[in-house]
C-alpha cells in the first residue's frame, strides 16, 4: 500500500527540507509586505508633491504594476510655452526625469493599451512561479515535505503546476493597463512616450478618470499652442 494523497498532519518530523520551505515562505511573505508598505508610502508622498506643484497646469498618476502594485508616479506638465514629462520608477532604466521640449512639438495625445510583450510576459512568468512556489510549501506546516509518509507531495505538486499557469494568464490580462502615449515631433522624427493615467488601473478606453485627464492635457496643450491636438 502506498503512501496516503492526503496524509495526516505531523508536528514531530522536522527535516531540512520542511524548515527550509518554511523559511522560504517566511521571507518571502516579509519582504513582499516590505516592499508594498514602502512602495506606498514612498509613491504616495511623490505623487503628493507631484499634485502641488502640477494642480492646474497637468496631471499627475502612480504607475501601477498589473494595477495594484505601486511602483511609480508619472507627471506631464504644460506650462510657459513648455511641456514637461517626469516619469519616476524604481526600476532606473524605465525612468524619465524632466523631459522638456516646446508646447508646439506636441502632436498628438492617445489613451494606449500598455502591451504584454515581452516584459509583461516575463514579469508573468517569474511572479506566478514564485507564487505557485510560495503556494506549494504552505502545506510543509502540517506536512513534513520531505516526500515520505507524512508528506502529500502530490497535492503540493498539483498546487504548483495548476496554480502557476493560472496565475501566469492573470497576470498577463492585469498588466495590459491604459497609458497616455505623448507623441511628439522634431524635425522630421516623431518620438513616443508612455506615461501612467489614471493612478494606473484604468483598463477601458471609456475610464472616467483616464477620459478627464486627457481632455485636461488637450484643452491646456491647444490652450497654450493655438492649434487643435488630436
Known amino acids: ?17 520542511r524548515t527550509g520551505a518554511i523559511t522560504f515562505d517566511t521571507l518571502v511573505l516579509i519582504i513582499a509586505l516590505i516592499l508594498w508598505f514602502a512602495s506606498r508610502i514612498i509613491y504616495r508622498r511623490e505623487r503628493l508633491l507631484a499634485t502641488c506643484q502640477h494642480l492646474t497646469d497637468g496631471v499627475v498618476s502612480q504607475y501601477k504594476l498589473w494595477g495594484f502594485w505601486v511602483c511609480g508616479v508619472d507627471s506631464i506638465r504644460i506650462a510657459d510655452g513648455q511641456v514637461t514629462l517626469n516619469r519616476l520608477r524604481g526600476n532606473c532604466c524605465c525612468s524619465l526625469q524632466d523631459l522638456t521640449f516646446p508646447v ?8 494606449k493599451r500598455k502591451g504584454v510583450f515581452p516584459l509583461g510576459i516575463i514579469w508573468a512568468f517569474l511572479i506566478s512561479c514564485l507564487c505557485g512556489m510560495w503556494l506549494h510549501f504552505i502545506p510543509c506546516i502540517w ?6 509518509y507524512y508528506d502529500g507531495q502530490g497535492v503540493r505538486g498539483g498546487i504548483w503546476f495548476i496554480t502557476w499557469p493560472v496565475l501566469f494568464f492573470v497576470y498577463l490580462l492585469l498588466y495590459a493597463v491604459l497609458e497616455l502615449e505623448v507623441s511628439v515631433q522634431d524635425g522630421s522624427r516623431r518620438t513616443k512616450y508612455r506615461l501612467a493615467v489614471a493612478d494606473g488601473s484604468a483598463r477601458r478606453v471609456s475610464d ?23
Not at 508646439?104 to 492617445?110: E, F, P
Not at 506536512?143 to 515520505?148: K, R
Request: hydrophobic residues 40%.
Open 1 to 17: 500500500m502506498g503512501d496516503p494523497v492526503f496524509p495526516p498532519g505531523n508536528f514531530t518530523i522536522w527535516p531540512l527540507t
Open 104 to 111: 508646439s512639438s506636441l502632436v498628438d495625445l492617445q489613451l
Open 143 to 148: 506536512w513534513s515535505c520531505d516526500w515520505g
Open 208 to 230: 472616467l478618470a483616464a477620459c478627464h485627464q486627457l481632455e485636461t492635457l488637450r484643452q491646456l496643450a491647444e490652450m497654450k499652442s493655438d492649434k487643435p491636438i488630436s
